[in-house]
């Protein structure tokens, strides 16, 4: 699957589910206002001002296709299959609407059904004090206990620019280690980058600078 066939079925994917298309923003932030990074750095970059109620959303479902740049970790391109600075980043966003139930629904749906990603490979992690997301993974979807892993703040916690604040993670991963020739247990454990694949990462914003 190219990543051109990718890009157009999360976007109708969302579409589908009632979201509403908006366009990549520039790479330079301060065409929308923000002068917290240089560059572009993340699909919700742009939205911040629609997550901290400082304007209004075009509609409470959005998908997007986002150009992103970052520079943090420059070194390491090249040198492993997983590092880039240029990159699309495809989002869906909820103002208001759906939270971790449906995020977790439907981007299960996405990886598994869409992409067809088998279900054996996958591993799931939740941030350390989420009971909420684990319930869901185990009860909801009905993943066994034993794929569902708890990380703190160094594994599971992405940290941005100040104007977004602190956020914690919940992902999927996928276990690369039959490709590789690599044994692993759990690939999401070992955080080893050679065997393991971020698939799908969500995030619900629980605080920012100002205090939201």
């Not at 390491?76 to 966003?93: D, I, Q, Y």
């Not at 279900?119 to 350390?128: C, D, G, I, M, N």
């Amino acid at each position: 699957m190219t990543t051109t066939e990718i890009r157009t079925k999360f976007i109708d994917f969302f579409v589908q589910r009632d979201h509403r298309v908006i366009p990549s923003a520039l790479l330079n932030p301060e065409t929308y206002g923000d002068k917290t990074t240089m560059l572009t750095s993340a699909g919700m970059q742009p939205l911040v001002p629609f997550f901290k109620a400082e304007s209004a959303p075009p509609h409470s479902r959005i998908v997007s296709c986002q150009k992103c740049c970052r520079a943090d970790d420059v070194e390491e391109v090249g040198r492993t299959w997983r590092h880039a600075t240029f990159f699309e980043m495809l989002g869906n966003f909820s103002f208001g609407d759906y939270f971790k139930k449906e995020a977790i629904e439907w981007g299960y749906e996405f990886v598994t059904d869409v992409l067809e990603i088998p279900r054996e490979v996958l591993w799931f992690s939740v941030y350390q004090e989420d009971d909420e997301a684990e319930a869901i993974w185990k009860n909801h979807i009905g993943i066994p206990a034993d794929r569902v892993l708890r990380f703190g703040r160094k594994d599971n916690w992405w940290v941005t620019a100040d104007r977004v604040g602190r956020i914690p993670k919940f992902s999927t991963t996928a276990d690369r280690s039959s490709v590789v020739g690599i044994p692993t247990a759990s690939p999401v454990a070992t955080a080893t980058a050679t065997v393991r694949s971020g698939t799908w990462s969500s995030s619900s914003t629980i605080n920012s600078k100002a205090g939201n």
